[in-house]
Every structure is written in C-alpha cells, then in structure tokens.
C-alpha cells in the first residue's frame, strides 16, 4: 500500500511541478498537479505524461486508482488569484 507522500515524491521527481497536492486512502488518490510541461498539452497528454511518472507502480498493483486535475501555472493563477 502506497501512501500519499509517496505518490507525491515519485511525480516530484519525474515532473517539475510548480504545486502538487495528493491525498488518498492508500488505494485512491488524487492530484492537483499544476506544472509547466503542461503548456500547449491537451488534458489527455497531461494526464498520458503523470501516468508515464507512474506507469510501473501501476503495472506492480501497488498503486490502483489516481484521479487527477492538471494545470498550467497560468491556469492554477488565473482559477486562485
């Protein structure tokens, strides 16, 4: 079982992220990934490259579920001020 810090540690490392958030029960997570490699990326290809960050967690049944919001750093200042 995973726990959140976890999570969060292993997208830190693989995505420069300007904020990153995760909470979770230690089987379903969720992220508010905000970042500049998201710029010009559709929703898809932003999630697709977080997946990628986590794909072997996933294929080894350690992490199950991630639900994620992804932003841009213009996004993430335009919805917060």
Same mark, same amino acid.
């Not at 490392?13 to 990326?41: M, N, R, T, W, Y």
């Not at 929703?43 to 919001?69: C, D, P, T, W, Y």
């Given at each position: 079982?995973m &726990? ?5 540690t292993?997208?830190?490392a693989?995505l420069?992220c ?5 909470? %979770? @029960?230690g089987? &379903?997570f ?5 970042s500049? @490699?998201?710029?010009g990326?559709?929703r898809v290809?932003r ?5 990628e960050?986590l794909r %072997?967690h996933?294929n080894?049944?350690e992490?199950?579920?991630?639900s994620?919001k ?7 200042s335009?919805?917060? %001020?």
């Amino acid at each position: 079982m995973m &726990h959140p810090e976890q999570v969060h540690t292993i997208i830190a490392a693989g995505l420069p992220c300007e904020h990153l958030q995760v909470i %979770g @029960d230690g089987h &379903h997570f969720e992220a508010l990934i905000v970042s500049a @490699d998201f710029v010009g990326k559709s929703r898809v290809q932003r999630q697709q490259r977080v997946n990628e960050i986590l794909r %072997g967690h996933f294929n080894s049944g350690e992490l199950h579920a991630l639900s994620m919001k992804t932003q841009t750093p213009e996004e993430w200042s335009a919805a917060h %001020g």
